[in-house]
């Protein structure tokens, strides 16, 4: 079955350091997402990505956070300067495109556990 | 301000026996529900989708119901196992155009006990 491939699994930076953290979505899915769960909270929305660029994006994503899909495989999130409060388990999901596909296929990565010290 | 509550927030059931979690929401427009599985550390994964029209989807043990009038879903797990001890999380979509933005609950923590 076709996965979201997440890397690293966990990360560890310290406060104010730049952070990139990588996914490799589903090969035929078009639309691209970052969600984030901090430990004991729920998963909040950060970002979906389409067509090359963001289609809607959270409060949460202010200018520290920028998305990018550098070739036809990767999507990226960066943090430019990370805070003890972007300490949090990120992953990714892709997900069909919705007009064309009648199951709503939505896949989340196991996600990057990302330590803020 | 999209939201989704779930009752109850924890669960302790032996094992073989059934339960019932239920979830409430208030998200438009409304695209679809979702019941996913989340184990500890990992990503969520898909246990049934359901769209405004439908009112009921089996995934095996799982049996997910949506009153799309009242905004209430539940999901009934039977015959419980062991391997069932996780957070199920109740998910809405909408779909403004931009994909599909999900909002998640806070989950019900299953623990399934011999």
């Known amino acids: 079955e076709p996965e979201v491939t997440q890397t690293p699994s966990h990360q560890v930076t310290q406060m104010g350091q730049e952070v990139i953290l990588r996914c490799v979505p589903i090969s035929n899915h078009l639309y691209f997402y970052w969600y984030r769960q901090i430990l004991g909270q729920k998963v909040e929305f950060l970002v979906s990505f389409y067509n090359n660029e963001i289609s809607e994006k959270s409060e949460i994503f202010d200018d520290q956070f920028s998305v990018e899909r550098p070739d036809g495989s990767n999507f990226t999130l960066k943090i430019r300067s990370t805070k003890l409060e972007d300490s949090a388990m990120y992953f990714c999901?892709?997900?069909?495109?919705?007009?064309?596909?009648?199951?709503?296929?939505?896949?989340f990565g196991s996600g990057t556990r990302l330590t803020v010290v | 301000k999209n939201q989704v509550e779930q009752s109850p927030q924890s669960l302790i059931i032996l094992e073989g026996k059934n339960c019932t979690l239920q979830c409430n929401y208030t998200v438009s427009p409304f695209s679809n529900l979702r019941w996913y599985k989340q184990d500890t550390g990992r990503g969520p994964v898909s246990l049934t989708i359901?769209?405004?029209?439908?009112n009921t989807k089996s995934n095996g043990r799982y049996t997910a119901t949506l009153d799309a009038d009242t905004k209430q879903s539940s999901l009934h797990i039977t015959a419980s196992q062991l391997s069932d001890s996780a957070s199920y999380i109740c998910?809405?979509?909408?779909?403004?155009?931009?994909?599909?933005?999900?909002?998640f609950g806070t989950g019900t923590q299953l623990k399934v006990e011999l």
């Open positions: 999901a892709s997900s069909e495109a919705l007009r064309a596909s009648a199951n709503y296929g939505y896949t």
């Open positions: 998910v809405v979509s909408d779909f403004t155009g931009g994909g599909n933005k999900l909002t």
């Open positions: 359901m769209t405004f029209s439908e």
